[in-house]
């Protein structure tokens, strides 16, 4: 029997606009966040499949918060030469005709989009801008130094620090694990924020709030005792 199912996710928040997809039983389609105004938009490309499904549940929310490799299709309404398809540089910018870099990191498509239209008022009148979410490919976190597994992990679901070291198969014999330092991008993308937690602490003693909630992009680094322990010149 050949059974079709028709999925459909609508998301509401000022100017946002839902997509709608049929796919056979066994597909899933990716379901695409898309900001700004209405009109004229028509998004396209939906994927398939088991990877699609996974990232789908992270883009079905208006605060969804871009991150780097992140791919955004922009469309200046009635003016092709200003739309564009473009990814997230590392440095959390973006660049576009006539107005040059954007910073994305940090930012629902929302956010992004009302910067962008004002910075467009100066050369045009009422610029209509929408921003279609194409990949998320910045939901990862990179767990880095003494840990028996280092690597880029995606996050599918909350996650905590302990969660994280657990995920790269914990510490290994000569990790200094009460001097784990979290890397962090700051607001609007601008710098690394620098987290710093003790296991110990959290485990131990009463220090809780150091087990944080990670966010995309984070990197956490667990030195080694030789590294925090150097010789005094």
């Given at each position: 029997?050949?059974?079709?199912?028709?999925?459909?996710?609508?998301?509401?928040?000022?100017?946002?606009?839902?997509?709608?997809?049929?796919?056979?039983?066994?597909?899933?389609?990716?379901?695409?966040?898309?900001?700004?105004?209405?009109?004229?938009?028509?998004?396209?490309?939906?994927?398939?499949?088991?990877?699609?499904?996974?990232?789908?549940?992270?883009?079905?929310?208006?605060?969804?918060?871009?991150?780097?490799?992140?791919?955004?299709?922009?469309?200046?309404?009635?003016?092709?030469?200003?739309?564009?398809?473009?990814?997230?540089?590392?440095?959390?910018?973006?660049?576009?005709?006539?107005?040059?870099?954007?910073?994305?990191?940090?930012?629902?498509?929302?956010?992004?989009?009302?910067?962008?239209?004002?910075?467009?008022?100066?050369?045009?009148e009422n610029p209509t801008v929408s921003i279609l979410v194409r990949e998320v490919n910045s939901y990862q976190i990179y767990v880095l130094g003494e840990?028996?597994?280092?690597?880029?992990?995606?996050?599918?679901?909350?996650?905590?620090?302990?969660?994280?070291?657990?995920?790269?198969?914990?510490?290994?014999?000569?990790?200094?694990?009460?001097k784990i330092v979290v890397f962090r991008f700051g607001k609007d993308g601008e710098g690394l924020n620098k987290i710093k937690a003790s296991y110990d602490?959290?485990?131990?003693?009463?220090?809780?709030?150091?087990?944080?909630?990670?966010?995309?992009?984070?990197?956490?680094?667990?030195?080694?005792?030789?590294?925090?322990?150097?010789?005094?010149?």
């Amino acid at each position: 029997m050949n059974v079709k199912v028709l999925l459909g996710v609508t998301v509401l928040m000022g100017n946002l606009v839902g997509v709608a997809h049929s796919s056979q039983f066994d597909q899933v389609p990716k379901v695409i966040l898309v900001a700004g105004s209405s009109q004229g938009v028509s998004p396209s490309g939906v994927r398939h499949g088991a990877e699609g499904a996974e990232k789908s549940s992270l883009t079905v929310t208006p605060d969804y918060i871009m991150g780097p490799e992140d791919v955004l299709e922009i469309t200046v309404w009635k003016n092709a030469d200003l739309s564009k398809q473009v990814q997230v540089r590392p440095d959390g910018r973006i660049s576009l005709p006539l107005i040059g870099d954007v910073s994305a990191v940090g930012r629902t498509a929302a956010q992004l989009t009302e910067e962008i239209s004002a910075r467009l008022k100066s050369y045009m009148e009422n610029p209509t801008v929408s921003i279609l979410v194409r990949e998320v490919n910045s939901y990862q976190i990179y767990v880095l130094g003494e840990v028996n597994a280092p690597g880029k992990y995606p996050l599918k679901s909350k996650t905590t620090l302990l969660q994280a070291i657990t995920i790269a198969h914990g510490f290994t014999q000569v990790a200094a694990r009460n001097k784990i330092v979290v890397f962090r991008f700051g607001k609007d993308g601008e710098g690394l924020n620098k987290i710093k937690a003790s296991y110990d602490d959290i485990v131990l003693r009463d220090g809780s709030d150091q087990n944080i909630e990670l966010k995309p992009g984070d990197q956490i680094v667990v030195p080694s005792e030789t590294m925090v322990v150097l010789p005094s010149r």
